[in-house]
């Protein structure tokens, strides 16, 4: 596994795995398929998840492992962001990854740039609406990563469903050549999506998260008994989630996946999304709904 801190240095690697694999299967020749995986770094089995899927689907493997500093809004948690590097590059060495790209922000970013990329509208629903100017710093991001490493395939968790919706816009709008899978969400045995966040709880917060899936619990088990209006279910995962005590809720959502508009009643796929604050710490979660 090749570790790069420079945008040089990673297009080479990138250029020779392609090569090698190429060469490997110079018996039937197809170009070897490069996956990428973004991630921030603190590593845990949701990442490493997308590292399988990726490894399953293409010839070789880039990770991606950079805090972001421009999806940070100013009272956002950027400096104390978990940073685990070592143990990060040992668990994607065992993963199979071949190349890590961990770049600083001086590399990534140019003191004087002005340049942003933004997926209007959609960049301002969901996650977007609470926190202005993030989906500008991960699209913005997410395009270079994709010009660094020029990847045929990406991998993103369903867990951040709106980044979903705003990344797949951009590689249409933008006419990326790059194929967007989405993974499932990996949880803890209770049921808790997996984050690196998830560091940030006391044991009592641990216990208070739960809240979250346990309302899309709810909302699921009533959509599967028949309810389909929208404004009903929406108001019975909110009920749960505002009993929290601890928990401040942020949003309750139902919407198209792809819009990320509200709908009601739910006639195709529905995106039941949350986030809420269990003490200082903002969580997401969401669960999507097919009749
Ligand atoms: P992050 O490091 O938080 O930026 O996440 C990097 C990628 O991992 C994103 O595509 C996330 O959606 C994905 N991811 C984070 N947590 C999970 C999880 N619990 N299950 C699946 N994917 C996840």
């Known amino acids: 596994m090749k570790i790069c801190a420079s945008i ?18 110079s018996g039937h020749p197809h170009p070897a398929r490069l996956g990428l995986v973004p991630t921030m770094g603190a590593l845990h089995a949701g990442h490493l998840s997308l590292v399988g899927a990726a490894k399953a689907q293409c010839d ?11 999806q940070f809004g100013p009272s956002e948690d950027f400096s104390k962001y978990p940073r685990s590097f070592e143990s990060d590059c040992a668990a994607l060495e065992k993963g199979g990854a071949d190349i890590v790209f961990a770049p600083t922000v001086g590399e990534m970013y140019s003191k004087d740039e002005t340049t942003w990329v933004t997926v209007e509208g959609l960049s301002e629903k969901l996650d977007g609406r609470s926190r202005p100017g993030h989906f500008r710093g991960v699209t913005t991001v997410v395009a270079k990563l994709f010009h660094v490493i020029e990847p045929d395939a990406a991998f993103f968790g369903q867990k951040d469903a709106a980044q979903v ?21 990996i949880r803890e045995p209770d049921g808790l999506a997996m984050s690196s966040r998830n560091v940030y709880l006391s044991p009592e917060d641990r216990r ?10 709810r909302v699921e088990k009533e959509f599967r008994a028949g309810q389909r209006a929208a404004a009903q279910l929406q108001e ?8 929290q ?25 529905a995106l039941v999304a949350v986030a809420a604050y269990v003490g200082a710490t903002r969580l997401i979660d969401n669960v999507v709904l097919t009749p």
């Open 165 to 185: 919706a705003v990344i797949r816009r951009m590689v249409r709008d933008l006419n990326f050549p790059v194929e967007i899978v989405v993974c499932p969400i």
């Open 60 to 70: 070789a493997v880039a990770v991606s492992i950079f805090v972001n500093p421009t």
């Open 236 to 243: 019975a995962g909110r009920a749960v989630v505002v009993q």
């Open 208 to 217: 208070r998260a739960l809240v979250l899936s346990r309302s899309l619990q």
């Open 8 to 25: 040089a240095e990673t297009r080479a690697a990138c250029g020779a795995v392609r090569e090698h694999s190429n060469r490997l299967q």
């Open 245 to 269: 005590p601890g928990v401040r809720l942020d949003y309750f959502e139902i919407v198209d996946p792809d819009t990320l508009d509200p709908i009601d009643p739910i006639a195709g796929k």
